[in-house]
């Protein structure tokens, strides 16, 4: 499993992408973006998207009634009562935590860097 906390979103990310491999993906996706010359970006963890959507206002870029991909995971019962696997996504503007599926494919990818 991944971290949802706050600093882990790197981890998570370097986890997903060292476990998956090659395709496409969202932290793949994230891990491979590049951009005004930097490419340490990554999937942001749970606590991290969410702290992001909270200051959407100031940061920019966020489509409202989207739901965001996050790199953390979740081996709860997960929307269809199924035990495997499922990754945490947040609605913009934020709402509860929710689940999703792996294969859920309308989720958006919002790569971040630390710095």
Partial sequence: ??????????????????SQGSGTYAAKIADD??????????????????????QSAKVGGFVNGAYYW????????????????????????SSGPNESGKTYSSGVVRPIRSF
């Fill in 33 to 54: 973006y590049v951009a005004n010359g930097y490419s340490d970006w990554y999937l942001p963890s749970f606590e991290e998207m969410k702290k992001l959507i909270a």
């Fill in 1 to 18: 499993g991944t971290s949802i906390y706050i600093g882990y979103g790197s981890a998570n990310t370097t986890k997903i992408v060292s």
């Fill in 70 to 93: 996050t790199s953390s995971e979740s081996t709860s019962n997960g929307v269809s009562g199924n035990t495997a696997p499922y990754a945490w996504i947040q609605l913009n503007p």
